[in-house]
């Protein structure tokens, strides 16, 4: 059972305990919540005599980890690479702005293109790079190069590459090593966007999907998505953390303090957009400490195993077709166009089954369209999912099935 360790002594390591994974007790759960809101009772009932500035020094909190939503963090490192592309280029304002390019794979997250634009790119330069069933949806490096070299003879400024480990849409990876080695030859800052898959890489067995990842500028995961840390939680691993605070330091008098100026602090505020902050490194901290690293893989690796078990019902049933392979723990499958259905009446066929199935309120299908077939995407990640949930979910995805085909 997962348990809240209070002692503040045994905060200093991650327990790496053998035992399988178990949700939190509900018991646990509420004695936990009557502690925090004792505590906060406490701290009003107390505060009077208590020193207006914690009295604590630079560094106290060493095993604090650092979070900003996803967005954010491509738009930091937009911003950075943005800037050092125009201090390449010997530029002294934004008049290079315009040639600045920046290329992803059309699979990547809508939040990608949106930080481009709050980045000042030029709409006409981002690059939204087709992907196919050839590749399972991932980038495809060859045609990154031959974009990237016909912007370059055209006489624009290749400045950033995203490549994602886990799509939303199909859990589509980007590979990783070969998106680095053609960005090497551009000199263009690499981020990669690994914000559901991310979490799978805890476990060994994932992390080849990150091979090539020690040539990249930078890397975001958000345990919201699946490491069991509530919304919002993103972290950012920069190479370079000066390229960031080169691009977003500011200095006012107002926030001097001499903290900063002994330079024994980070000052993350020189590297957001924001100045203030909320502790979201806590929950993800109080998560590991929580579970511990022997639980947390344990699980990732059972809903990696519900959904190979859900794969594996949908191949064995010859009315559906998985549509891109599984990576991790969602399944995009669809019913298939068989005899006199065409690929458009399966669609439709698809289309009402997921409508059908979500008004039942026991289950819940999202879909995606992927090499413009609609499909449906079942995903295992909530903490309190068995197997016999997965089990219930596929004969209701049976049943309905027969009662719109039969
Ligand atoms: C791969 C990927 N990147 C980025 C995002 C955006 O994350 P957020 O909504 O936390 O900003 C998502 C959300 O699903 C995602 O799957």
Request: charged residues 25%; negative net charge; contains cysteine.
């Amino acid at each position: 059972m997962g348990s809240l360790d209070t002692n503040p002594m045994a905060f200093s390591a991650l327990p790496n305990d053998k035992a399988a994974f178990e949700p939190l007790n509900p018991e646990d759960v509420r004695a936990y919540l009557h502690k925090a809101v004792d505590f906060i009772s406490d701290y009003y009932t107390n505060v009077e005599s208590m020193p207006v500035l914690p009295n604590v020094k630079p560094g106290y909190l060493q095993d604090e980890l650092s979070a900003s939503p996803t967005s954010e963090a491509m738009l930091v490192t937009l911003v950075a690479a943005r800037d050092a592309a125009l201090r390449r280029s010997g530029s002294v304002g934004v008049a290079d702005l315009p040639r600045l390019t920046v290329y992803a794979a059309d699979q990547t997250h809508s939040t990608f293109f949106k930080a481009c634009r709050l980045a000042g790119f030029d709409p006409a330069n981002i690059r939204s790079i087709p992907t196919g069933s050839e590749t399972d949806y991932g980038l495809d490096p060859t045609k990154l190069l031959e974009i990237m070299q016909a912007d370059t003879d055209a006489g624009l400024v290749p400045t950033y590459v995203c490549a994602t480990v886990g799509t939303t849409s199909s859990n589509a990876v980007d590979p990783v090593g070969a998106v680095a080695d053609v960005a090497a030859l551009f000199n263009v800052w690499v981020h990669v966007d690994a914000a559901y898959a991310g979490s799978a890489c805890i476990c060994p067995e994932f992390r080849h999907h990150l091979d090539g990842v020690e040539r990249v500028d930078s890397i975001s995961m958000s345990p919201h998505k699946w490491l069991l840390t509530c919304l919002d939680c993103t972290c950012l691993y920069v190479r370079d953390a000066h390229r960031l605070s080169d691009s977003l330091e500011t200095n006012p008098e107002y926030l001097k303090n001499d903290a900063t100026d002994s330079g024994e602090v980070t000052d993350l505020k020189d590297m957001q957009v924001g100045v203030g902050r909320r502790f979201r490194g806590l929950k993800l901290w109080m998560v590991m400490r929580t579970y511990g690293t022997a639980k947390l893989q344990e699980h990732i690796r059972s809903d990696v195993a519900m959904a190979k078990m859900f794969e594996d019902f949908v191949r064995a049933d010859d009315r559906f077709e998985v549509v891109v392979p599984r990576n991790f723990a969602l399944v995009c499958f669809r019913i298939k166009a068989t005899g006199a259905m065409t690929e458009e009446d399966a669609d439709e066929a698809n289309r009402v089954l997921m409508e059908n199935l979500n008004k039942t309120g026991k289950a819940y299908l999202a879909h995606t369209v992927v090499g413009d077939r609609f499909v449906l995407r079942f995903a295992v990640g909530s903490s309190l999912q068995e197997e016999r949930h997965v089990r219930s979910a596929w004969d209701l995805i049976k049943k309905t099935t027969s009662s719109i085909m039969d």
